[in-house]
């Protein structure tokens, strides 16, 4: 698989700022349009998280103690987060 006329981060020594994408082995590999000459390795993309860790509702929780905390769900999985005494937030997930 072949893109052509990608700009390049940076121009080549050639002079030119227009480069093509070759996949070879997984790696998008950017060549330079007017020498050939490679250039560099694309970073691999990362399939989006969108709405993966999307908490629908959370509910307040406290306990005898006077300890709260918040509980929701993920899906079926069940989400709590915890205020720590340092102001931070840790955040728990149970697997069903």
Not at 30 to 38: A, H, K, L, V
Not at 63 to 80: Q, T
Request: net charge positive; proline share 3%; hydrophobic share 20%.
């Amino acid at each position: 698989m072949r893109v052509e006329n990608e700009t390049m981060r940076k121009p080549c020594e050639c002079g030119s700022e227009v480069g093509y994408v070759e996949v070879k082995s997984g790696q998008q590999c950017m060549y330079c349009t007017e020498c050939g000459t490679w250039q560099y390795n694309k970073p691999k993309e990362r399939p989006s998280r969108s709405g993966y860790d999307t908490i629908s509702t959370l509910h307040l929780v406290e306990l005898e103690n006077g300890s709260k905390f918040y509980a929701g769900r993920n899906g079926k999985d069940k989400v709590y987060l915890f205020k720590n005494d340092d102001g931070s937030v840790s955040y728990c997930r149970k697997l069903s």
